[in-house]
């Protein structure tokens, strides 16, 4: 009886697995590069190397799976979203023990393809925390590379001590002079972004540091980046930015292949405001929102990306999110009007995106907004 007892439950914990699995939604990463275009931006990066600690303090769970777990999904899904235009190193850089009776060092792994990388990762850490080796390694894989080059640097950055309370795993002298390093050999070419599992004090203060001795870059938490927006908000500062100063003096020396386009020409609609925290649409919204869907009516041939905007309270994740809330809701609203789905992208920027920068009732009203950009 007992026996036929353990089967049953063996068998329910197989169907529930198996549920889990076949309900699981697949990652949908945000166009990077289309984002980024409709905010004038350009690429300024062309390489991703990815650095990933797969040491023995990688194992431990840590809010939903264990860190190391969290470390490969934020790594597959940052390369999903990262845009055709960068080129992403064919392997990875691991840094642990290679092997269970094998010393601390820093390795390469590589598959037919990224995903098939990831794979070959493996599902368990080992060994001291040798980051010193993997930065120092890193440096050694951009070399030959053309142009600007992202190390991605994914770890918990946690100090494991010893009973007598010294940093016995994870050396942080070595590994700000490995960054250092980096910054020599290379000085703007490379920069380095951290990307902390877990919410270490210490570790973040490692991460923060070793930005700062390289020069160049910027730390952040996996936990900001669940969302495939949120990545493709991180993806977009990492990869792009604003054209360089002079650029649009410079191209209007160059005589135009097409003629320019007529001084009517409207690029932009009128923009809605909504209140704090929210996403709902007022009246007044909803009488812009009106001109907007008669305008688009007039124009068929005209798309309109509607960009949700939030002031600077909150948390970066949370304000990407309410953001998007905002354009759904505009776009919500046009489709409701007559206006095609087809012809409207709804984005977020958050609160990357403000009008006006002081710290008051009367600025922030003017960044919570939806804006309509013509295409």
């Avoid at 036929?4 to 889990?20: E, S």
């Amino acid at each position: 009886m007992v026996k036929k007892c353990l089967k049953v439950t063996l068998l329910i914990i197989a169907v529930v697995v198996l549920i889990g699995c076949a309900t699981k939604k697949a990652y949908m990463p945000v166009d990077v590069s289309s984002n980024a275009k409709a905010a004038g931006l350009v690429q300024c990066t062309d390489n991703a190397v990815f650095v990933l600690d797969k040491s023995d303090s990688m194992n431990p769970w840590y809010d939903r799976a264990s860190k190391l777990d969290i470390a490969k999904q934020t790594t597959r899904e940052m390369a999903q979203t990262i845009p055709a235009g960068v080129k992403k190193s064919p392997t990875i850089r691991l840094f642990g023990s290679e092997y269970v009776a094998g010393s601390d060092s820093s390795w390469l792994v590589t598959g037919a393809d990224f995903q098939k990388t990831m794979d070959n990762v493996g599902s368990k850490g080992l060994g001291r925390t040798p980051m010193a080796k993997a930065l120092a390694g890193a440096g050694d894989d951009v070399k030959g590379l053309s142009g600007k080059s992202a190390i991605i640097l994914v770890s918990d950055f946690e100090h494991v001590k010893d009973a007598g309370g010294e940093i016995d795993d994870l050396n942080p002298k070595l590994v700000l002079e490995a960054a250092a390093k980096l910054k020599a050999d290379y000085g703007d070419r490379v920069c380095i972004y951290p990307v902390q599992v877990e919410k270490d004090v210490e570790g973040k203060n490692l991460a923060d540091q070793i930005v700062a001795n390289v020069g160049c870059g910027f730390a952040e938490n996996a936990d900001n980046l669940q969302t495939p927006a949120a990545m493709a908000a991180y993806v977009q500062k990492v990869f792009f930015c604003p054209p360089p100063a002079g650029a649009a003096e410079k191209a209007a020396v160059v005589p135009p292949v097409v003629p320019p386009p007529p001084p009517a020409e409207v690029s932009k609609l009128d923009a809605v405001y909504f209140g704090y925290d929210k996403y709902d649409l007022n009246p007044a919204a909803r009488e812009t929102l009106k001109k907007n869907a008669d305008w688009l009516s007039n124009n068929k041939d005209k798309k309109v990306v509607v960009e949700g905007n939030c002031d600077e309270r909150g948390t970066n994740e949370y304000n990407m999110a309410l953001g998007q809330r905002r354009a759904d809701a505009a776009a919500k609203y046009l489709k409701s009007l007559g206006v095609g789905a087809g012809r409207i992208s709804p984005i977020s920027y958050g609160e990357d995106r403000p009008l006006c920068k002081e710290s008051n009732e009367a600025c922030w009203s003017k960044n919570r907004r939806g804006d309509f950009i013509i295409k």
